[in-house]
């Protein structure tokens, strides 16, 4: 039967290398069972490394297809997590025998990309376009201002858009339409540390934090992370990001005054002069497992994979001037990309079933990725205290509103490192900042 495709094209994806999208390769069909025989179960795929962009399966015209694209490193980034995703798309297309249902990766942007494809492809090669893909939040409102996703808010429950947390439901919404629906949360910062040092639970408040004895943090001062931190300082100081004209603006006093406590933390020994040359949560992490630091800048992510049973740190809010600063989250969300109405529908259907509390729940717990929707963590652990942690820092997390490759980003990522490297004090840091992103 040709639900097996399904499956047939995750152990494809996995396997092939990279080709130019027009360019397919014909897939011998999966032998069926005899008349009234029980089919085998779709057996888990193996991915021994991150699957190249997979190529494209040739069908009949006559044959009803459904195409899903997915960027690497994402869906598919997990072994675990391929095998849960590959086994709920197998009970969809048990549901839709009639139906082929295609997978395929491609990077988002660039030539041979996504969004690329969804603009150009139309007229090129309709055929070969998705009808689902999946991308990440910041790309959601200009991929629909372009007509290259569709409103869904006529193919969802109601009751899954509000389910979901209240960051993730803002990341889903634009000029009062639901353009796509968030999967996996990312970048949801918070501090690691040391429970043989800190015995307590660490202050709420910055000035409190950095004045510990022998407290010592860790976090990437010339990488992303680092920038974001910022931010977090200046959107509690009161900062905005644009003007009344709606342009990119860098408020000097505000930032100054964010860009201080870092200044006094690195100046009392709190903040490691390595920081400075740390770009990733990555290396932050392997300097605080070596027991270097105290504290360490961590995400979510991170600290889910990272941790076990025998060395689970302690965890913690990010302490700020007068309260814990606000996580920033983006992450990766569904969208409908199909111009024909019957296959939308289709789509929408099968990303119904994706989305899904425990569906979504089974896959996130297998890839150690936080979901979007708080349904999804019934099938998590119960015991887990971590968890309860974490969904409190979802619910009063805020969308990020600046994108990490923008320039107020890339501002505040200078400022940072020449605050921590001591190269510029926080007004010259803050002053160079506000003035890099003037029009």
């Known amino acids: 039967m040709r639900h097996k495709l399904s499956i047939f094209a995750i152990f494809l994806l996995l396997t092939l290398t990279a080709c130019d999208l027009i360019n397919s390769v014909p897939i011998a069909p999966t032998p069926t069972a005899d008349a009234g025989a029980n089919e085998a179960p779709a057996a888990a795929p193996v991915l021994p490394s991150t699957p190249d962009i997979a190529i494209p399966i040739t069908v009949t015209e006559t044959t009803p297809s459904l195409t899903i694209w997915l960027p690497p490193d994402t869906i598919l980034a997990t072994e675990v997590g391929t095998a849960v995703f590959s086994e709920q798309l197998h009970t969809f297309s048990v549901n839709h025998p009639e139906l082929e249902t295609r997978v395929e990766q491609k990077p988002v942007a660039g030539q041979g990309g996504i969004l690329s494809y969804l603009r150009t492809g139309a007229n090129v090669a309709p055929s070969i376009l998705p009808d689902l893909i999946l991308l990440p939040t910041s790309e959601l409102t200009a991929a629909a201002k372009e007509g290259l996703i569709y409103p869904l808010d006529d193919l969802l429950d109601p009751a899954a858009l509000d389910d979901l947390y209240p960051a993730a439901r803002a990341l889903a919404r634009s000029e009062d339409q639901t353009i796509g629906y968030p999967y996996a949360i990312n970048n949801l910062t918070h501090f690691a540390y040391q429970t043989n040092v800190i015995a307590s639970t660490p202050p ?113 809010v990010i302490a700020g001037i007068d309260s814990p600063l606000t996580p920033l989250i983006d992450g990766w969300a569904w969208a409908v990309s199909t111009a024909d109405p019957a296959q939308r529908l289709l789509a929408g259907e099968l990303l119904a079933a994706l989305i899904d509390g425990p569906s979504m729940g089974a896959w996130s717990l297998q890839s150690g990725r936080l979901p979007a929707r708080r349904q999804a963590f019934t099938v998590w652990p119960h015991d887990d205290a971590y968890l309860s942690f974490v969904h409190l820092e979802l619910e009063r997390a805020q969308p990020n509103p600046a994108p990490l490759d923008s320039p107020i980003m890339e501002a505040l990522g200078n400022a940072v490192f020449n605050v921590i490297s001591l190269t510029k004090t926080p007004q010259e840091a803050a002053g160079e900042a506000v003035m890099a992103i003037q029009p």
């Open 204 to 316: 709420l408040r910055w000035n409190e934090l950095i004045a510990l004895e022998d407290a010592t943090l860790i976090f990437p001062a010339a990488g992303d992370a680092g920038a974001v931190l910022a931010l977090q300082f200046y959107l509690a100081a009161g900062g905005q990001l644009t003007n009344e004209a709606g342009q990119p603006m860098l408020d000097a006093p505000l930032l100054t005054q964010a860009l201080q406590q870092l200044s006094q933390a690195r100046s009392n020994g709190f903040i490691l002069l390595q920081s400075a040359n740390v770009t990733t949560l990555a290396e932050s992490w392997d300097v605080f497992q070596s027991g270097t630091a105290v504290f360490a800048l961590t995400s979510a992510e991170q600290f889910l994979t990272q941790r076990t049973p025998e060395t689970t740190p302690g965890y913690a």
